[in-house]
């Protein structure tokens, strides 16, 4: 017999199903709303009130999808290797964020693991996945996800997951998992017929607020705890990325995430592994990672969407929407986000049409995650066109070389090492006709809106689209890509050999620009990070001392006593002395 428990406060009577048959749980004395009792082992589903068969919240496994019954699962049956791993800090270090059913063409943790020798050849520390839990259908970002402590079984399930985790362990990379708190998917979300999961006293893009602060949050945080520490200590994750934290509205004295915070530097301690906590925010509040003896949250990190925007419209010259901010003085920009974290610090944000931000404490450019790339960077854009489809060779280089020597911690999206010809698409796989329908019309008519035409826009729910968006292996081998693929290995290895390339501390960071003759020169130390994105030349870029020596040259430079004549698109990391 297994015992079989669930939390359903408004519930008069709660029945498990198992295998067909039906079995009465009692309430439990000393935990209110929560009903318990034993049962046999099996597939199994709740009843509440005599109404339809519904998957457990904190299901385990869910074989049959997100609506189908759920499924234990015994954590400890897993034969980990002997291998000892305690983790990795996320300071200093590198990540790479995948899609596991876009990253090969099985599109499965197995076939992801085969190729985790390409990331620990590349250089990178962490391998940053995106959400794994259950999804309509087998195709999807993820974000959609339902069943926050499951693992999607067209990927590999439990099982799966952890046979990737042990092998990247084995390998030396830290895994990182993108998890979703602040909205469930539209299909598969049975948890409002279990409880008050949800309120109305907020409101956020996805409808209803996760409650985090009235009555009945106390199960809600525990659920949303319980699943982010299962992930750390039954699958041995590194660390969560946790999705749009600005969503988790959260009225109470002891944020969420703090409370969060606090439960995961207590699992690390008692597992004497490093845990960590990284957010997706657009606050620009550095009080998310500030320390939380001095009021902060203490969260180890955040995405800095500023540092992209402004490098981004730098190599692009794009100035739509949020891009219209950085695109004024977009070098002038991109100097302020290199030496004080943030561009919004406080200042006037034409986009939001209001005062943005405070200003980030200067010693921690590590707390700060900067990237050339992301999924939604790529993947927003109508047609999920990369930078490689728009920028040359040299342009790539020139935003890999500024990622990569910058303070902050990098991260590179799959593909971008080789500038992949291939795009990252939104695709969905609803097995709803209606929601699929309502998906397809409501992308076509967002672009629209700025000017593309319907039949340019691709169909999420089309197998092509997925196909599209699927990593092709050969490409590394060839040129150009080869190209660029030595160019990254190159930077990460002088990252790991010259300290000066990866400190922190963005009071010591200096940066020199011509805006009209679009040249900029990062100090790093005795090291200078020089880029000529402008289409003449070769330009005279100053280098404030001697030169002494290159490290790295992508384009056309010579040396020119205390300056070098770079090319058009020409990126070069020098010594000076």
């Known amino acids: 017999m297994s015992e079989y428990e669930v939390w359903a406060p408004q519930a008069e009577r709660v029945e498990v199903e ?7 749980l009692a309430p439990a004395p000393a935990r209110p709303g929560w009903w318990r009792g034993p049962a046999p082992a099996g597939e199994y589903a709740f009843r509440l009130d005599g109404g339809p068969a519904l998957p457990d919240p904190r299901s385990r496994r869910q074989p049959h999808g997100p609506d189908g019954p759920s499924r234990t699962v015994d954590h400890g049956a897993f034969r980990w290797s002997d291998t000892p ?19 090969t063409p099985t599109g499965t943790f197995d076939a992801a693991a085969e190729r985790l020798d390409h990331l620990v050849d590349l250089g990178v520390d962490f391998v940053e996945l995106m959400p794994v839990c259950p999804f309509p259908g087998r195709h999807g970002w993820g974000y959609d996800g339902v069943s926050l402590w499951a693992v999607h079984e067209p990927y590999g399930g439990p099982e799966g997951l952890k046979r990737f985790v042990d092998t990247a362990h084995r390998k030396g990379l830290g895994v990182v998992l993108d998890v979703v708190h602040n909205h469930l998917g539209p299909s598969g979300n049975h948890l409002p017929a279990f409880g008050p999961y949800f309120t109305d006293r907020h409101h956020t893009p996805w409808g209803s607020a996760v409650n985090l602060d009235a009555p009945g949050s106390d199960e809600v945080r525990a659920y949303l705890i319980g699943s982010a520490l299962a992930w750390l200590r039954d699958y041995r ?3 969560l990325r946790l999705d749009a934290v600005h969503a988790l509205v959260d009225d109470r004295a002891l944020h969420f995430l703090e409370q969060l915070a606090a439960e995961v530097d207590r699992l690390a301690v008692t597992s004497n592994r490093q845990l960590f906590l990284v957010a997706e925010s657009d606050r620009n509040d550095p009080r998310t990672t500030d320390p939380r003896r001095a009021g902060g949250q203490g969260l180890a990190a955040q995405w800095s969407d500023d540092f992209h925007h402004a490098l981004h419209t730098t190599l692009t010259g794009e100035s739509q929407g949020y891009y219209a901010d950085f695109a004024t003085e977009p070098l002038a920009a991109l100097a302020k986000v290199l030496t004080r974290g943030w561009f919004h610090d406080g200042s006037w944000s034409s986009f939001r049409g209001r005062h943005h931000g405070r200003p980030f404490p200067p010693p921690y450019g590590h707390r700060l995650l900067g ?6 960077q790529i993947g927003n854009r109508a047609l999920g066109d990369r930078l490689s489809a728009g920028l040359t060779p040299g342009r790539l280089a020139a935003g890999a070389a500024l990622v990569l020597t910058s303070p902050f911690t990098p991260m590179l999206f ?4 080789w500038a992949a010809g291939t ?9 709803d006709p209606e929601l699929a329908e309502a998906v397809r019309r409501g992308r076509r008519r967002e672009f629209a809106e700025h000017g593309w035409l319907a039949e340019e826009v691709p169909d999420p729910q089309a197998a092509g689209t997925v196909l599209a968006s699927t990593l092709d292996w050969s490409e590394p081998a060839q040129p150009p890509h080869a190209e660029i693929l030595d160019w990254y290995r190159l930077l990460l290895r002088l990252r790991r050999t010259h300290p000066e390339l990866c400190d922190p501390d963005l009071e010591a960071v200096r940066v020199v620009f011509d805006e009209e003759a679009r040249w900029l020169v990062v100090h790093r130390g005795p090291f200078r990070v020089a880029v000529n994105l402008g289409t003449e030349g070769p330009r005279s870029v100053p280098l404030g001392a001697p030169y002494a020596g290159s490290l790295a040259v992508f384009g056309g430079c010579e040396a020119d006593g205390d300056s070098l004549l770079l090319a058009p698109d020409s990126t070069a990391v020098v010594r000076t002395g």
Not at 18 to 24: C, I, P, Q, W
Not at 88 to 102: C, D, F, I, K, W
Not at 371 to 376: A, G, K, R
Not at 414 to 417: I, K, N, Q, S, V
């Open 371 to 376: 990237y050339l790339q992301t999924h939604d």
């Open 423 to 431: 795009p990252w698409q939104y695709f969905t796989d609803h097995t």
């Open 18 to 24: 198992v295998e067909g048959s039906r079995f009465r």
């Open 237 to 239: 994750i590194d660390g």
């Open 85 to 103: 791993w305690h983790g990795r800090p996320l300071a200093g270090s590198v990540l790479y964020e995948l899609h596991v059913g876009t990253f």
């Open 414 to 417: 799959m593909g971008e090492e």
